[in-house]
């Protein structure tokens, strides 16, 4: 039982470039979700699933895409790098559920240079 | 989204129990409690959550008010290990607008002095 496992750990990108964020849980969770986290900031939602071709958008999303071809996946998609999109990415799942605990992937830290 | 209100930042000696208080006056019926913390250069981690009662775990309590308007956690002997950023957050399913979405706050950040 792995959790939640993202992939990278660590990225530089380069203004313009594209890359997606692999977000993986071994759990059978339906609930899927981003985050970003600024320095020094709070977590904020980017986008989220309750399942299987299901995304809808969270607090920020521009400038990212998702989707949800399995309940294990959950991609991050950057079309186009910014530097504002230089942040701590995180990933969380759990059960669809309000009594159910999130469980969280130990984050991508990203540089947009 | 129902808000949550805490206090930006708290500060406890070690050994000593630590009440950290979150207000949300706006909670709903269906509406869980969560909390989470956030160690340093860490992914949030999961603490605790209630409906109604309150309730215990090995990490903490909850200790929910009666008309459920507030709530605190307590931590009943701090470590240097739980200095950390603390959220609480309001969580609920069901219904076309309550998706389950967990949205965190600023957060209490605890200082542990030794």
């Known amino acids: 039982n792995a959790g939640v496992t993202q992939t990278p750990k660590f990225q530089v990108l380069k203004t313009g470039q594209s890359m997606t964020l692999q977000c993986a849980q071994d759990?059978?969770?339906?609930?899927m979700s981003w985050y970003r986290q600024d320095p020094g900031m709070g977590l904020r939602l980017i986008h989220y699933?309750?399942?299987?071709?299901?995304?809808d958008q969270g607090e920020v999303p521009n400038g990212y895409n998702v989707s949800r071809s399995t309940t294990e996946d959950f991609p991050l998609r950057l079309l186009s790098a910014a530097p504002s999109q230089t942040s701590v990415y995180f990933c969380a799942s759990s059960y669809l559920w309000a009594g159910s605990e999130a469980f969280f992937g130990q984050g991508t830290r990203l540089t947009v240079v | 989204d129902a808000k949550t209100t805490q206090p930006n930042s708290m500060e406890s000696n070690e050994e000593e129990p630590v009440h950290l208080p979150c207000n949300h006056s706006t909670i709903s019926g269906t509406d869980y409690i969560h909390w989470y913390r956030q160690l340093p250069s860490q992914g949030p981690e999961y603490v605790i959550h209630?409906?109604?009662s309150n309730v215990n775990n090995r990490m903490a309590s909850l200790a929910i008010a009666e008309d459920r308007k507030s709530s605190t956690l307590i931590l009943h002997r701090a470590t240097l290990r739980d200095a950390a950023v603390y959220y609480c957050?309001?969580?609920?399913?069901?219904?076309?607008?309550?998706?389950?979405?967990?949205?965190f706050g600023q957060g209490t950040t605890l200082q542990v002095k030794p």
């Open positions: 759990m059978n969770h339906e609930y």
């Open positions: 209630g409906l109604t």
């Open positions: 699933s309750v399942g299987a071709g299901i995304t």
């Open positions: 957050i309001l969580r609920d399913v069901g219904g076309s607008s309550n998706t389950g979405k967990l949205i």
